[in-house]
């Protein structure tokens, strides 16, 4: 028995030591004569990975046949013993060992070999979940504790397809019939917020979730997908595989074919991945790249980001004319960054459209079942004001993609507009199924529970909105209409500046934060609304300086005699503190001009309410009637939806007192101070004046005292709210 120090004399004696990094010199040559043939050759990566475990397996066989063998006078003989007869290599003991070594060095090597191969397809698993979440996938060290810097840090390419990969997965995943799949925006939301797998799976209503690590080395892709059980956690199924980069869009449809695989057991009998994304890809690795980059800025969404969107978009087209997604992702882009946008138009809605269908025809003719394509083209369709195309293009894409929520939630929008307010709901519930977690999916449901009088589910829609996006101002807009529907001023007041002190830009709500000022009487707190020519006719109407404001008015007429709404502005101040005769030679002036949109529009009914006042002051009676109809459709229609909204409650007061209906209108009026109606000049409305001044005093005297209320209210808050930006 050799001691420590004994058999170290003999690896150096023997030249093991000298061998064996000789023969690790030659393993390491051979791989790189054997990864540039199989280049040149487009051999499989299975062949390269076969050699190089074999040769690095073999390892421990060199280093027993260097303690027998030694290399001298140009020939390899059995090394001596000191006696000079050689070792007895063939002895039972010996080969005994050998084989050890060798049945040893095989089965490492075989066992590196299953864990390197790419796997191929899943067979069919006994899982029992039919919904799932894609989360961002990870990037990491092909070992962990590699001394080198991740990829990531090293790899712009790696940190794009991180972001991405999990859209892409989610939209291929989308097709398959009766699988729910939870949009990627919102998973990403709440893996950025390093939840736990139960919590997201909880948050996103799924029974699975898949994510997985990824890393790119000389272009070459090596993923590792998981799935994981939703409810603890658990692993349910594994798999591994690697392309070039340019393969990324195969290796996609790969994973999503292999979860829908492993979930055969829970989908609908004969249930498959549609490939309905054939020829939108490209090969091109620089035009993919572009494309990565311009849907990072996409997802940013500010007017900067989407104009280096759009810049990227073109340039992935200018590096591959027939990438499909490219042409798609341009026309999404111009039409966001369209007039009929609100938040990044900067283009007239005609050029956009315009532009945006030539790419959208390009992208459909090179691959047609793209359900995005569609969906972009119905949001095109309605900013073109053809409503019905544009809800037939948002059913196509749904047909092919019944999980795309960005659809859902456009055709919510539509049908909302269009007055078919049960179908739009049934569309916003389905996109919030879909994408829990988007800041538009969250505020309009929020919206629609508020205006339904669900106020505490609303506060709780739009204080998840504060949680998951604390730098949105689209959460405190939420609970600013909210407190602003049951009357509470003083709180809508504060979420209003909150959201304008975060977005100053945003002229929606520095409106709505500067309108309560002025209707609360709160001039001090913003004292350049005597000056701001936005606000100062709001202003003097206010302090009742009519002269001014009548002055000011006629001056602005004259200069625009033909602004229709200019006129209707005019009549409604005349109407409140001027003159009816005024008001009704105003309003009739231009009447006829306005569009049949713009006359019914709701929750108001106008114009048209006012119109018709002014008609009957002119004794057409019958002219004014079939306003009058028109108004009570669209109200009976609003009220089919259980609203609990107090301008609809107004309207129905107005309506009835111009039908004569005094008892009704009071009713109503009591309606809507209980729901919430809060403006000052309620009963200036000469449309009211039917009803007796002893039966209105009372109502008066109620808006007056909350009015007052709310106003002391905020002048003890001031010290908490800080001054808005200018």
């Given at each position: 028995m050799l001691s420590p120090k004994q058999f170290y004399q003999q690896l150096r004696q023997r030249k093991v030591l000298s061998t064996v990094l000789a023969y690790l010199i030659i393993v390491w040559l051979t791989l790189q004569v054997v990864a540039v043939v199989s280049q040149l050759l487009v051999l499989p990566a299975t062949v390269g990975n076969i050699i190089a475990i074999s040769l690095i397996a073999a390892t421990p066989l060199v280093c027993y046949l260097a303690w027998f063998y030694q290399y001298q006078q140009g020939r390899i003989q059995l090394f001596a013993n000191p006696d000079g007869r050689p070792h007895a290599m063939f002895g039972s003991r010996q080969v005994m060992v050998l084989l050890l070594i060798f049945i040893f060095s095989a089965l490492l090597a075989y066992q590196y070999y299953l864990l390197s191969r790419p796997a191929t397809p899943a067979e069919p698993l006994n899982l029992t979940a039919n919904s799932i979440a894609v989360l961002p996938f990870t990037a990491k060290n092909p070992t962990e504790n590699s001394p080198e810097p991740t990829p990531l840090k090293n790899s712009p390419e790696l940190a794009l397809l991180v972001n991405s990969l999990a859209e892409e997965i989610s939209s291929q995943l989308g097709r398959t019939p009766g699988l729910t799949v939870a949009s990627a925006n919102s998973g990403q939301v709440l893996s950025a917020q390093q939840l736990s797998v139960p919590d997201?799976?909880?948050?996103?209503?799924?029974?699975s979730l898949l994510t997985g690590t990824i890393n790119l080395q000389d272009k070459q892709l090596h993923i590792r997908v998981q799935l994981l059980d939703g409810s603890n956690g658990q692993t349910l199924w594994t798999n591994q595989l690697q392309r070039q980069l340019t393969d990324v869009f195969v290796l996609e449809s790969e994973i999503a074919r292999s979860v829908v695989n492993a979930l055969q057991a829970s989908l609908p009998q004969d249930s498959s991945l549609l490939d309905l994304s054939a020829n939108a890809s490209t090969q091109s690795a620089d035009a993919y790249i572009s494309y990565l980059k311009a849907r990072e800025q996409y997802r940013l969404q500010t007017s900067e980001a989407m104009q280096q969107a759009r810049q990227l978009f073109e340039q992935a087209i200018g590096q591959d004319p027939e990438y499909a997604l490219a042409y798609v992702g341009l026309a999404d882009t111009l039409l966001l960054l369209s007039d009929g946008s609100k938040e990044f138009g900067i283009i007239d809605v005609d050029i956009a459209t315009?532009?945006?269908?030539?790419?959208?025809d390009k992208a459909l003719i090179r691959a047609p079942q793209l359900a995005e394509a569609y969906a972009i083209q119905g949001k095109m369709l309605e900013l073109q004001q053809q409503f019905e195309p544009a809800l037939t293009a948002y059913q196509k894409a749904l047909a092919l993609n019944p999980n795309l929520a960005v659809a859902h939630m456009w055709q919510y929008l539509l049908l909302k507009q269009q007055g078919r307010y049960a179908e739009s709901l049934v569309a916003l519930e389905r996109a919030y199924q879909l994408d829990p977690v988007s800041i538009a999916v969250l505020y309009n449901r929020g919206y629609e529970q508020a205006i339904r009088?669900?106020?505490?589910?609303a506060n709780a829609s739009f204080n998840q909105l504060l949680q998951d996006f604390p730098t949105s101002p689209m959460g405190h807009a939420g609970l600013a209409l909210t407190a602003f529907h049951q009357g509470h001023l003083a709180d809508s007041l504060y979420h209003w500046q909150q959201a304008y002190h975060l977005s100053p830009e945003n002229s929606y709500y520095?409106?709505?934060?500067?309108?309560?000022?002025?209707?609360l009487n709160l001039i001090e707190l913003e004292p350049d609304l005597k000056t701001n020519s936005l606000y100062r006719s709001n202003y003097l109407l206010r302090i009742g300086d009519t002269e001014t404001l009548f002055n000011e008015m006629a001056f602005y007429l004259a200069a625009r005699p033909e602004d229709k709404w200019l006129q209707f502005e005019a009549a409604l101040y005349q109407m409140l503190l001027g003159h009816p005769s005024k008001a009704v030679d105003l309003l009739l002036q231009h009447h006829s001009s306005f569009s049949e949109d713009e006359l019914f529009a709701m929750?108001?009914?106008?114009?048209a309410i006012e119109i018709a006042w002014a008609l009957?002051?002119?004794e057409r009676k019958q002219q004014a009637d079939k306003l009058l109809v028109r108004c009570q459709q669209h109200l009976d229609a609003a009220k089919q939806n259980d609203l609990r909204d107090s301008y609809l409650n107004h309207l129905a007061?107005?309506?009835a007192a111009l039908q004569g209906n005094n008892e009704l209108a009071l009713q109503q009026l009591h309606q809507a101070m209980a729901y919430g109606w809060r403006e000052w000049w309620t009963f200036y409305d000469p449309i009211l004046h039917s009803i007796p001044t002893k039966q209105l005093a009372p109502l008066r005297q109620q808006l007056e005292n909350s009015l007052n209320e709310q106003r002391q209210l905020v002048l003890a808050r001031a010290k908490q709210l800080t001054p808005a930006k200018q």
């Open positions: 997201i799976a909880s948050r996103l209503q799924v029974a315009g532009l945006a269908k030539e790419y959208l009088g669900q106020f505490i589910e520095q409106q709505n934060y500067r309108g309560l000022l002025i209707t929750p108001m009914c106008s114009p009957q002051q002119n007061a107005r309506l």
